[in-house]
Structures are given as structure tokens and as C-alpha cells.
């Protein structure tokens, strides 16, 4: 088995196991949050990947986390990613959006209020605004009776997503946003029935799936979730118990696919793959990008059946066919990832111009 193999499940038919990774690029009108014409260019060039997930999509503007990110809300925003989907489709690929809710992990001078969170617990660190990096300002702790509108936003987006010709829609659960802030014990105080025990902490993600699985289906809903990851200042000591418990919830329902970043920190993988029979996307969070021999040892370990690339399909759009091809990878400078320019998106060429012939799979 190797990642240009072809992956079957009932929800999902990929031509391959490299999946694009979320990755924020910073290139939306930040007064509209609507995608950069480019970008469904920028997507139809990455067709080849198995699966592309989005960059992070806000499902309110309240969980816009940084200058330059799309939103999945308004009319202007659907149309913009529709030219985006079927970009991609012409190509024969497939695009889940991320969507996602920053939470606490946003400022007031990037979408003009201050943030939310579950308890009002402040991020250490700084955050980059407009065009420099700030302190970050306690968030405003959720009312009990607020949770309810944010579960919907998701829904809505979700609804969105599809109408805007998205195959699904993978919801951000990692990386220490608003959903991940509820699981995490250090930014979860509350005491009420979004807190106080593993089960209280569990129940918004779990809310948020159930909606979105109601709305759209859940052959079409997805969730990424980083245990232990101590990124945004998330600490999260109990990871195992906090977890095999939502995993446990989730066996409910038949998810397009659960996506777990590994760290160096927890090693969540072993653990975790046993506990879920369903498809499983890895990636993993480390100095240097996700390789393709990383790659293939999750696959053969039998730790993941699609792994998901993110940095090296920045400066490399035809990936699986250079893995199949053993070409030489091209470097994206870091200053490029994200930011309102426009270099460094879609002028990274492809190394096989006919890159088509090989349909995106070894085996074509
Ligand atoms: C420029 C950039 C933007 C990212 N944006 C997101 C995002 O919007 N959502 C998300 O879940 N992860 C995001 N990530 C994390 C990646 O999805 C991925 O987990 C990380 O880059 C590690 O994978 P890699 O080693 O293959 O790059 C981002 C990473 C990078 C480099």
C-alpha cells in the first residue's frame, strides 16, 4: 500500500492518498472576505491531490482569526467559492472547506469586537494583525445561552459550503480555535453544561458535528482535531482521557473522515488509531514538512489511510505526480505563505507540464 494507491470508502473515492493540508494563505479581500480571484486557480492547480481541504473558512465574523481570510457567509463569498469548486472539479479533483471559528485566538483589530471563548482566559503570546503583531486581549467568555448561535453558524456555513459545490465540509477542531478551546481544560472553566467534567467539555464539538451532520449529511462532515498540540497556548494534560471519549462519541456517526495532527508532544496517532475503525487522515506538526517517506510509514504502519500534506503543496501544486515521479521538490520561501501578495500562488510551475497523463496516480 502507498500513498499513490487509489482510497475507497463509502463516503469518499480518491484517486490517491495525498491529501492537501488547511492552509491559510492570507490572499482574501480583508474588507469582504472573499476569496482572491486567483484562488480558484491556485486549487485547480492542486486537483491532483487525493483530497484538498481548505484553507481555514470563518463561519462568523466574529471567528475570523487574521487579515486575509475568506469567509463562507455571505452571498459574494458563495459565488467566489463556487468558481473556486468547480475550478477544481473541471480538474478532477475533489475539495472539502474548513471551517472554522478562531475563538479566542483572534483581536478586536481584525474583526472589530472582541473575541470569544469559552471562559474569559487570555492567550499568552502575540497576534498578528493588520500588518504587525500585538498583544492579545482576554476574550469575552460565551453566554450558555449564546453556545446555541454558534453551533448554528457552523450549520449554516456547512449549507453554505455545499451550496457553493464543496464535496464537504472538514470542521476545525485542532490547533487551539473555538473548538478546541472547549475540550482544553486550561481555556474551559465554565461550570456549566460546557464545562467542568470531560463529558461538559465534549459537548459543543459534539453539538457542532450533530448540526452539521443534520444539515448537510454526514457522509459529508469531517472533523481535524490535534490531541495534546500545545499550539495557541492550549495545555492539555488529560489529552488521552478527553480524547478516546470524543472518539467514542463519534463512532455514532459515519464521518467522511476523522483528521488527527501528530505532535512531537503527545504522539496521538498510536493511541488514537485503534480506538477508531473509521477513515483516518494524518498529518504531522513538526520543524520540517510532512515527507513523503513519513508519509508512506503511516500508510504501511497502518496509522492512516490518506496522509495530508501541507507546506510541501505550497511551491509543489502537481505533489502526488512528483512523489510518483521521484522529482525533485521545489522550496517556497516562508515569507510567501501568507499576506496579501500575490507572488508566491500560483506561480509555482508544475515540474511534469503534462502532468495530466499521469491522472494523478501511479498506477494510470
Ligand atoms: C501557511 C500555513 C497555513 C496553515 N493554515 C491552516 C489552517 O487554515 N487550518 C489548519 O487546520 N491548519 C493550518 N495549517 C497547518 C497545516 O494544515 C499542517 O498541519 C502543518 O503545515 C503541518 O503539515 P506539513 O508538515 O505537511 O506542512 C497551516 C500551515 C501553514 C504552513
Not at 260 to 269: K, M, Q, S
Amino acid at each position: 500500500m502507498t500513498l499513490l494507491e487509489p482510497f475507497h470508502s463509502t463516503a469518499i473515492q480518491l484517486p490517491n492518498r495525498v491529501a492537501m493540508a488547511p492552509m491559510t494563505r492570507g490572499r482574501a479581500d480583508d474588507k469582504t472576505g472573499v476569496p482572491h480571484p486567483l484562488t480558484a486557480e491556485y486549487y485547480a492547480q492542486r486537483a491532483c491531490a487525493g483530497l484538498i481541504v481548505s484553507e481555514g473558512v470563518w463561519v462568523t465574523q466574529t471567528g475570523k482569526s487574521g487579515p486575509g481570510i475568506p469567509g463562507l457567509v455571505t452571498e459574494q463569498q458563495v459565488a467566489a467559492w463556487r468558481a473556486v469548486t468547480e475550478a477544481v472539479h473541471e480538474k478532477g479533483g475533489r475539495i472539502f472547506a474548513q471551517l472554522w471559528h478562531a475563538g479566542r485566538v483572534s483581536h478586536p483589530d481584525v474583526m472589530g469586537r472582541t473575541p470569544v471563548a469559552p471562559s474569559a482566559v487570555r492567550q499568552a503570546g502575540r497576534i498578528f494583525v493588520a500588518d504587525s503583531w500585538v498583544d492579545t486581549v482576554e476574550p469575552r467568555e460565551l453566554r450558555e445561552d449564546e453556545i446555541g448561535g454558534v453551533v448554528q453558524d457552523f450549520a449554516t456555513a456547512a449549507r453554505r459550503a455545499v451550496e457553493a459545490g464543496f464535496d464537504g465540509v472538514e470542521l476545525h477542531g485542532a490547533n487551539g480555535y473555538l473548538l478546541q478551546e472547549f475540550l482544553a481544560d486550561n481555556t474551559n472553566r465554565r461550570q456549566d453544561r460546557y464545562g467542568g467534567s470531560v463529558a461538559a467539555r465534549l459537548r459543543f464539538p459534539l453539538e457542532v458535528v450533530e448540526a452539521v451532520a443534520a444539515q448537510i449529511g454526514v457522509a459529508k462532515v469531517a472533523l481535524r482535531i490535534s490531541p495534546g498540540n500545545p499550539e495557541n497556548d492550549i495545555v492539555e494534560d488529560d489529552w488521552k482521557e478527553v480524547y478516546s471519549r470524543l472518539l467514542a462519541e463519534l463512532r455514532r456517526y459515519e464521518l467522511a473522515y476523522l483528521h488527527v495532527i501528530d505532535t512531537p508532544e503527545a504522539e496521538a496517532l498510536a493511541y488514537l488509531r485503534p480506538l477508531w475503525p473509521g477513515v483516518l487522515i494524518a498529518n504531522l506538526r513538526s520543524e520540517e514538512p510532512t515527507s513523503q517517506r513519513e508519509g508512506e510509514s503511516l500508510i504501511e504502519a497502518g496509522l492512516a489511510d490518506v496522509v495530508a500534506f501541507g507546506r510541501l503543496f505550497i511551491a509543489n501544486p502537481d505533489l502526488p505526480v512528483r512523489f510518483a515521479l521521484g522529482a525533485p521538490l521545489a522550496q517556497a520561501d516562508h515569507d510567501v505563505y501568507y499576506g496579501a501578495r500575490l507572488d508566491g500562488y500560483t506561480d509555482f510551475p508544475a515540474f511534469e507540464p503534462d502532468s495530466a497523463k499521469f491522472a494523478c496516480s501511479a498506477r494510470s
